[in-house]
């Protein structure tokens, strides 16, 4: 459901609305334009040298594995494509934007949560793969859509610290997955937050809606494949442990995404085995964006 106005004020009474940087929506504007050529790109990213610097760092990681070295951000673009950029940008100003030092929850770990995020991510981006048959998706979107997920228990944890830590211990007492706290205890959950934090961030809708349905696809009338995508990558992060911190339940699972995206067992028992790898990712991915 959309905040409620008095939440809203409550909120906007705390902090100011967390703008994407100007360099991430510009990106997005620019990305889907047939006429947009990798300089248009690369002169975006390089209006910002701390960012311009990190995406060399990422790019040159083990993360993306490329065999060559990658000298500059033009490079970067034609080697690695402009919707991965695109996402690699999105992704580094997102994690500037909720810095680690504002940590102050012991039931809340900014480590992990973003390690799940990039877990939900890296798995949403395999599943997309994996049944492009059926259903085409965007290997990208579908890894934008699982790394900002639960964006929204970030800006509890830092602009409604202690409504969150209500959720957190009633979800950790008695046994039941957050977002469930995050309505009995509140009456809003992280996935209403997003809603309002995105409000102004020209996200695709369809990654925009994955944010705000993903504990419920069915309650979309749109895109309803790729929430279901981030649904089940989320769940099967809690399914095989990806990086959850804290004692907390899974999220229910819901069976009509499973049909809806024709997965079957095998699919799951090749997340299983792909996990070393995808967590190894996820830590590359993490120590370079935090300059580790
Ligand atoms: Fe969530
Ligand atoms: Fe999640």
């Known amino acids: 459901m959309p905040i409620s106005e008095q939440l809203r004020d409550r909120i906007e009474h705390f902090a100011n609305l967390p703008t994407l940087p100007q360099v991430a929506t510009r990106l997005m504007s620019i990305i889907n334009n047939p006429l947009t050529s990798s300089s248009d790109v690369a002169f975006v990213v390089g209006q910002d040298l701390s960012l311009s610097a990190k995406v060399l760092r990422l790019a040159n990681s083990a993360f993306y594995g490329i065999p060559r070295s990658i000298t500059s951000i033009n490079n970067a673009v034609v080697i690695l494509g402009l919707k991965v950029i695109n996402t690699m940008v999105l992704s580094l100003t997102v994690f500037d934007m909720f810095p680690d030092d504002k940590q102050t929850s012991a039931l809340f770990d900014r480590k992990s949560f973003w390690l799940h995020s990039l877990s939900c991510g890296l798995i949403a981006k395999f599943l997309a793969t994996r049944i492009r048959k059926v259903i085409l998706f965007d290997p990208e979107e579908a890894f934008c859509a699982g790394l900002l997920h639960d964006i929204g228990k970030v800006v509890m944890e830092q602009y409604l610290h202690d409504d969150f830590h209500d959720a957190l211990e009633h979800a950790t007492i008695n046994k039941i997955p957050i977002y469930q706290a995050e309505n009995s205890t509140l009456g809003y959950s992280h ?25 419920d696809p069915q309650r979309s009338v749109q895109s309803q494949d790729i929430i279901s995508l981030c649904h089940l990558a989320d769940w099967l992060c809690y399914k095989t442990g990806m990086v959850i911190s ?45 300059n580790k």
């Open 191 to 215: 996935t209403d937050i997003a809603e309002w934090l995105t409000t102004s961030w020209s996200l695709p809708s369809e990654i925009r809606l994955s944010l705000m349905y993903h504990h």
């Open 246 to 290: 804290g004692d907390y339940e899974a999220p229910e699972l819901d069976e009509n995404a499973m049909q809806l995206l024709k997965l079957l067992p095998e699919d799951i028992e090749a997340i299983k085995e792909l996990l070393p790898v995808e967590l190894e990712k996820t830590s590359i991915f993490y120590d370079v964006v935090r």
